[in-house]
């Protein structure tokens, strides 16, 4: 009872959970565009089958009795080697997002700026961005937390001044020139915007893992994060929404500030050039804090022997600085293999590999899941329709990122596979230590 005062409510719990899902909208709108306002199918779709895997996140949360995160859950059906791969693609998946959320911060640069970058020059400025907030992430925990708060403000603001006052400048003509200017079908929409409409919900998985922080748990966290997941769902189909019914559809496909453009068509240049500021600095703080949380999964995961010393090392600060200077690199050589003349075409492409890299421990929870209520004593069959719809959700959305994203994702996998087969010898004891004649 001494604990209770520090915990929080289904209310507190369900607006924290949506700003974990709140990171990396900023180009959304443009993608949608590419697709058409058709793509409101996509986001109900989306949102139901983000719902199920909320439900079922939340009863691994309940469940869970390991440190580790998706990790953690994997560890109950896998064994280590699964707590290793799980860990393994969902670093990957912040490293490539990363990456693309960099990308985008330069996007908006160069709408503020006005100026036309060459794909050698987004390369450079997002690798000094990436190079910028690594450093950053010397400040501590402290300061990775009050620059998320600041970049969901900064981000958040506009974002709903556009979305509600936007519904006074929305033009039917314009939102239904832009319903479906490609001709799809509405299985090809839902297909082609899969990938950008699931990343508006990825960051769901880990505020189930807080479950500590809340009162009564088992009731509260399943209310909070489906919760969670209707409101990003309804919040997203606003701002799209409404901005497709503003800016039209040919200049929105084509724009690397959407937001920015939509407050422009309303208030005027200023105006977009005001929230388009915003974004950057908004953006580039949500990279802070991102850039911390790998930095820390890593440094956990070396901690663990899944990955390198290199990245558990910490100087006499407790900073991990050579974990630090190893991510950097790493995102240096993902940036270089991702050019394009086409920031929106980089960034879109960049989402589908991370998406597909974050579903791998996703499919990993879910077929964890039984086996978790199973050791805890229960056996719930709504659990249990949970998983196995939660994974074939995760399958589905896996395969809709596009084969060149699977086929990259599958590498990876295999490519981790191997580096675990490198590293198990250090994490459990060889049956035979003999030398063999």
């Known amino acids: 009872m001494g604990h ?165 400048f929305f033009d039917p003509n314009i939102f239904t020139a832009a319903w479906n200017p490609y001709h799809y079908t509405v299985v090809q929409t839902i297909g082609f915007s899969n990938s950008f409409t699931l ?93 911390f949380t790998l930095v820390e999964l890593l440094r956990s995961g070396a901690k663990e022997g899944y990955f390198p010393k290199i990245f558990g090392r910490v100087n006499s600060y407790e900073i991990p600085v050579r974990g630090i200077i190893g991510m950097l690199l790493i995102q240096m050589v993902l940036l270089s293999m991702t050019g394009s003349p086409s920031m929106v075409k980089q960034f879109d492409a960049l989402i589908k590999l991370s998406t597909v890299a974050n579903l791998v421990p996703y499919v990993l929870a879910m077929a964890s899941l039984d086996i978790m209520q199973r050791q805890s004593g229960k056996d719930s069959n709504l659990t249990r329709l949970a998983a196995v719809g939660g994974g074939v959700y995760s399958i589905y959305a896996c395969v809709q990122c596009g084969m060149d994203s699977v086929t990259y994702g599958m590498v990876t996998v295999l490519v981790g596979l191997m580096i675990y087969g490198l590293y198990a010898v250090r994490l459990q004891t060889p049956y035979n230590s003999r030398r063999i004649r």
């Not at 490539?96 to 503020?112: D, E, L, T």
């Not at 997002?126 to 992430?137: D, E």
């Not at 807080?210 to 489906?226: D, F, G, L, S």
């Open 199 to 291: 990343w508006a919900f990825l960051g769901l998985e880990s505020a189930c893992s807080n479950m500590e922080r809340v009162k009564n748990p088992e009731r509260n966290v399943p209310i909070a994060v489906i919760a969670a997941t209707v409101a990003i769902g309804a919040f997203s189909i606003l701002y799209t929404t409404v901005i497709q019914g503003i800016v039209p559809n040919t200049v929105l496909a084509q724009s690397n500030a959407p937001f920015g453009d939509a407050c422009a068509y309303m208030f005027g240049q200023e105006a977009g050039h005001l929230v388009t500021a915003l974004m950057i600095v908004g953006c580039g703080g949500a990279l802070i804090a991102w850039q």
């Open 4 to 168: 209770s005062k520090n915990k929080v409510g289904v209310i507190q719990f369900t607006m924290l959970t949506i700003v974990s899902m709140t990171d990396g909208i900023i180009m959304i709108p443009t993608l949608a565009a590419g697709v058409g306002a058709i793509s409101l199918y996509a986001w109900i779709t989306t949102t139901l089958g983000a719902m199920i895997l909320a439900y079922a996140f939340a009863q691994c949360g309940r469940f869970n009795k390991k440190s580790g995160g998706l990790g953690g859950y994997a560890e109950y059906g896998f064994g280590k080697s699964g707590n290793f791969i799980a860990n393994y693609a969902y670093a990957i998946s912040l490293l490539i997002a990363n990456v693309g959320i960099a990308i985008s911060v330069v996007s908006y640069a160069s709408s503020f700026f006005n100026v036309h970058l060459s794909a050698l020059q987004v390369i450079l400025y997002s690798a000094l961005i990436l190079i910028f907030t690594g450093a950053a992430v010397a400040g501590g925990t402290s300061f990775s937390v009050k620059m998320s708060s600041l970049s969901m403000f900064l981000q958040m603001i506009p974002v709903m001044i556009i979305s509600i006052i936007g519904l006074f």
